[in-house]
């Protein structure tokens, strides 16, 4: 079955740039979806269609895509940020949707 | 303001059946798609199931397919998901989601806006 692939964890200091890279063979044709999840709560769209910006997100957030795999980054990080962030997208043949494994982003 | 409100939820035993419900509200329901999305314990999201606007097509995971039925009574902005044959590892919580028909290539919506789910449990 399909998968993509994120690091386990991630952790930066608050100001930093963190970046969270998801793999996956498809991802060259087509596109990546990134979700935050806080503790507790639903996922919240943060980038759509590799590097959108949905209303309402921050500026800091953004996203970009090359070859097979794709990268969320936050300029400048705040210790609100710190949740897990799942990347979402489809193989080839449009049939498999799936998540990321996610990443949690640690903030301190 | 769009808001979508999961109920139904409990615990089943297994080869139990049940029946999920999502109300819409704050959107014109018909025009859009919807899904489910489940997260298991301790894990990441897993697509289940989505529906047009006009309920005139659905798609599902295979994990699902043949045991999970997806439908929307659009008169009453209300979104369904018949669970039957459940399993232990069709425990979750269910998400309903606000979906959104990709740009590009590829047959496959997104999840622009979530609900706060609904607990299954599915144990003896």
């Known amino acids: 079955s399909y998968q993509l692939t994120q690091p386990p964890s991630v952790s930066v200091s608050p100001g930093q740039t963190a970046r969270i890279t998801c793999s996956g063979d498809?991802?060259?044709?087509?596109?990546a979806y990134w979700y935050q999840q806080k503790s507790g709560q639903a996922p919240v769209l943060v980038i759509y269609e590799d590097s959108k910006r949905p209303s309402g997100i921050p500026e800091r957030f953004s996203g970009s895509s090359s070859g097979t795999m794709a990268t969320f980054t936050i300029s400048g990080a705040r210790v609100e940020d710190e949740a897990d962030y799942y990347c979402?997208?489809?193989?080839?043949?449009?049939?498999?949707?799936?998540f990321g494994g996610g990443t949690k982003l640690t903030v301190l | 303001e769009v808001q979508l409100v999961e109920s139904g939820g409990g615990l089943v035993q297994p080869g139990g059946s049940l029946k999920l419900s999502c109300e819409a509200s704050?959107?014109?329901?018909?025009?859009?798609?919807m899904s489910w999305v489940r997260q298991a314990p301790g894990k990441g999201p897993e697509w289940v199931s989505t529906?047009?606007?006009?309920?005139?097509?659905?798609y599902y995971a295979d994990s699902v397919e043949g045991r999970f039925t997806i439908s929307r009574d659009n008169s009453n902005n209300t979104l369904y998901l018949q669970m039957n044959s459940l399993r232990a590892d069709d425990t979750a919580v269910y998400y309903c989601?606000?979906?959104?028909?990709?740009?590009?290539?590829?047959?496959?919506?997104?999840?622009?806006?979530w609900g706060q789910g609904t607990l299954v449990t599915v144990s003896s």
């Open positions: 498809a991802l060259s044709k087509t596109y």
């Open positions: 989601a606000r979906s959104v028909k990709t740009t590009g290539s590829g047959n496959y919506y997104y999840f622009a806006y």
């Open positions: 529906i047009t606007g006009s309920g005139g097509s659905t």
């Open positions: 979402y997208s489809t193989d080839s043949s449009g049939n498999h949707w799936v």
């Open positions: 704050g959107f014109s329901f018909s025009s859009y798609a």
